[in-house]
């Protein structure tokens, strides 16, 4: 089963600047099956990217996704206010369907 | 409007036995796999389970393995997850989402319910 792993834990970074979020797969994922949520407190998540660099309808186009095999990657190029919040990817396309540990963006 | 709602969570003691529902609506109920999916208190995204369109394929954790079963009502539009042998671990928000997909696997989700709290505790 493919283990995900994000990385940083925790981001702080100012509104306006640009953030990088970091996926890595245990083995290669097949077809860029990948995708993001966001999750803010006391919510659902919320579908982000899909098929690693797909944005979802309705998300604006400060979200961008990247990567394949086993190196992905989140870019917020400009943070808003309401883009603090954790940030978890998701394999699918095998056996299960694995998130990653989750990073969260905070405020600094 | 697609919506999914999450019902059924409770309190349980340790080993007991809890079912929570998902009714659906605003979509072709059949056509899409589902999926448990759940988030112990202050924790990450834990997937569950999985179940096709039809309920004929099934797939699960290996933490719930044997435990819990999946299954689905297409007539009423309902998914479940049958919880046994629970334990305090399995304390969490349980987490309906829809799948863009018919195979229970080979999609993400585009569609999230609130969620259920289910707590396990004497």
């Given at each position: 089963?493919?283990?995900?792993?994000?990385?940083?834990?925790?981001?702080?970074?100012?509104?306006?600047?640009?953030?990088?979020?970091?996926?890595?797969?245990?083995?290669?994922?097949?077809?860029?099956?990948?995708?993001?949520?966001?999750?803010?407190?006391?919510?659902?998540?919320?579908?982000?990217?899909?098929?690693?660099?797909?944005?979802?309808?309705?998300?604006?186009?400060?979200?961008?996704?990247?990567?394949?095999?086993?190196?992905?990657?989140?870019?917020?190029?400009?943070?808003?206010?309401?883009?603090?919040?954790?940030?978890?990817?998701?394999?699918?396309?095998?056996?299960?369907?694995?998130?990653?540990?989750?990073?969260?963006?905070?405020?600094? | 409007?697609?919506?999914?709602?999450?019902?059924?969570?409770?309190?349980?003691?340790?080993?007991?036995?809890?079912?929570?529902?998902?009714?659906?609506?605003?979509?072709?109920?059949?056509?899409?796999?589902?999926?448990?999916?759940?988030?112990?208190?202050?924790?990450?995204?834990?997937?569950v389970s999985?179940?096709?369109?039809?309920?004929?394929?099934?797939?699960y954790a290996?933490s719930v393995k044997?435990r819990f079963?999946?299954?689905?009502?297409?007539?009423?539009?309902?998914?479940?997850?049958?919880?046994?042998?629970?334990?305090?671990?399995?304390?969490?928000?349980?987490?309906?989402?829809?799948?863009?997909?018919?195979?229970?696997?080979?999609?993400?989700?585009?569609?999230?319910?609130?969620?259920?709290?289910?707590?396990?505790?004497?």
């Open positions: 089963e493919i283990v995900l792993t994000q990385s940083p834990g925790t981001l702080s970074l100012s509104p306006g600047e640009r953030a990088t979020l970091s996926c890595r797969a245990s083995q290669s994922v097949s077809s860029s099956n990948l995708a993001w949520y966001q999750q803010k407190p006391g919510q659902a998540p919320r579908l982000l990217i899909y098929d690693a660099s797909s944005r979802a309808t309705g998300i604006p186009d400060r979200f961008s996704g990247s990567g394949s095999g086993t190196d992905f990657t989140l870019t917020i190029s400009r943070l808003e206010p309401e883009d603090f919040a954790v940030y978890y990817c998701q394999q699918y396309g095998s056996s299960g369907l694995p998130f990653g540990g989750g990073t969260k963006v905070e405020i600094k | 409007e697609v919506q999914v709602v999450e019902s059924g969570g409770d309190l349980v003691q340790p080993g007991g036995s809890l079912r929570l529902s998902c009714a659906a609506s605003g979509f072709t109920f059949s056509s899409y796999a589902m999926s448990w999916v759940r988030q112990a208190p202050g924790k990450g995204l834990e997937w999985a179940i096709s369109g039809r309920g004929g394929s099934t797939f290996d044997g079963t999946i299954s689905r009502d297409n007539s009423k539009n309902t998914l479940y997850l049958q919880m046994n042998s629970l334990r305090a671990e399995d304390t969490a928000v349980y987490y309906c989402a829809k799948s863009v997909r018919y195979h229970p696997v080979a999609g993400y989700f585009d569609y999230w319910g609130q969620g259920a709290l289910v707590t396990v505790s004497s």
